[in-house]
């Protein structure tokens, strides 16, 4: 079935530092989504990205999908301390709404 | 935009009792729904799919009689935890989809178990 593999596991940075986690797909995704998770809390949806090569801002974090769609990064610039958490990508197979959660980044800033 | 709705968000049921947890899409009509669930430190693992009226089907390993699923309409599918079990707690969240969103899925916010 689908695999969906997520890297680091972990990320220790000094707060200004930039943070990257790295979603990649064992098969061709139709669609892919990020979301945070606080320390106790929930998963909330950051964004979700459809089309081959598509790129998207939110301040200071950046998302891509990859021209073979199989292949998804979340890029933090000069992270603050708000910005600890895991963070997941999902991604939707041949059925597009059948989402397959990677195991997450979770992410500690030092400040 | 699309939003889907769940409730409730926050639930504490007593250890062999049942709980239902609902899904809405408040704006559009979901043929198809989809429940995951999210044990502590773990990743979300999708449960099962949800078809407006027909059964749902169950990822491997997930218990039918005690994760019922129901989605009468185009817009409900209830998951409902039968004689819940503390080993039940958990965070659950739902997410639509329709024939008219493209490849554009639609997560609920969740809601959290708590089975005392």
């Known amino acids: 079935g689908q695999q969906v593999m997520q890297i680091p596991q972990y990320q220790h940075v000094q707060e200004g530092e930039d943070f990257t986690t790295y979603c990649n797909s064992s098969t061709t995704l139709s669609n892919i989504q990020w979301y945070k998770q606080r320390p106790g809390g929930h998963p909330v949806f950051l964004i979700q990205l459809v089309k081959s090569g598509e790129v998207k801002k939110q301040k200071r974090l950046t998302f891509q999908f990859g021209e073979a769609k199989k292949n998804s990064s979340l890029h933090i610039t000069a992270t603050q301390t708000t910005d600890v958490g895991t963070y997941f990508c999902a991604g939707g197979g041949a059925n597009a709404g059948k989402s397959t959660f990677g195991d997450g980044t979770t992410l500690t800033v030092k400040p | 935009g699309a939003v889907v709705s769940q409730h409730p968000s926050w639930v504490i049921c007593k250890s062999g009792t049942s709980v239902k947890i609902e899904c809405r899409s408040l704006d559009f009509q979901a043929t198809t729904m989809f429940w995951y669930r999210q044990f502590p430190k773990q990743s979300l693992m999708l449960m099962a799919t949800?078809?407006?009226?027909?059964?749902?089907?169950?990822e491997q390993g997930v218990e039918k009689d005690k994760f019922l699923i129901n989605h009468a309409s185009l817009t409900l599918s209830t998951l409902t935890v039968t004689s819940a079990h503390p080993e039940d707690s958990s965070f659950y969240i739902c997410s639509a989809i329709t024939p008219y969103s493209g490849n554009t899925i639609y997560f609920g916010e969740g809601s959290w178990l708590t089975v005392v």
């Open positions: 949800s078809n407006e009226g027909s059964k749902a089907t169950y």
